[in-house]
Nanobody, 122 residues
Framework: QVKLVESGGGLVQPGGSLTLSCVVY????????VGWFRRAPGKEREGISC????????YYADSVKGRFTILRDNAKNTVYLQMNSLKPEDTGVYYC???????????????WGQGTQVTVSS
């Protein structure tokens, strides 16, 4: 059974950094796509970054490009989202999602984590 567990959220000042972790349990191989999504207060969930299943190509939404980095560590079954230069508008609940074949910004993933809160405020 596939299970995703996120961690690393918290309160950070504007301009600060956080790294979110998503541990993926249950896939029988290292080949799966992972996406990071966030839901800001009063807004719909949006896809902000993803990494492809076969060759670790990475993609970013314009809102986070140049500030966020998605990384995969297969030895730890973990995908990270490094977030730098955080802004108040980055506040929200962050979710990771995984799928054996899909990667992208649509909510097409089969498996989702429980979410972790990120608050950017002074």
């Amino acid at each position: 059974q596939v299970k995703l567990v996120e961690s690393g959220g918290g309160l950070v000042q504007p301009g600060g950094s956080l790294t979110l972790s998503c541990v993926v349990y249950g896939f029988t191989s290292d080949s799966y796509g992972v996406g990071w999504f966030r839901r800001a207060p009063g807004k719909e969930r949006e896809g902000i970054s993803c990494i492809s299943d076969k060759d670790d190509r990475t993609y970013y939404a314009d809102s986070v490009k140049g500030r966020f980095t998605i990384l995969r560590d297969n030895a730890k079954n973990t995908v990270y989202l490094q977030m730098n230069s955080l802004k108040p508008e980055d506040t929200g609940v962050y979710y990771c999602a995984a799928d054996r074949y899909y990667y992208g910004f649509a909510a097409e993933y089969d498996y989702w984590g429980q979410g972790t809160q990120v608050t950017v405020s002074s």
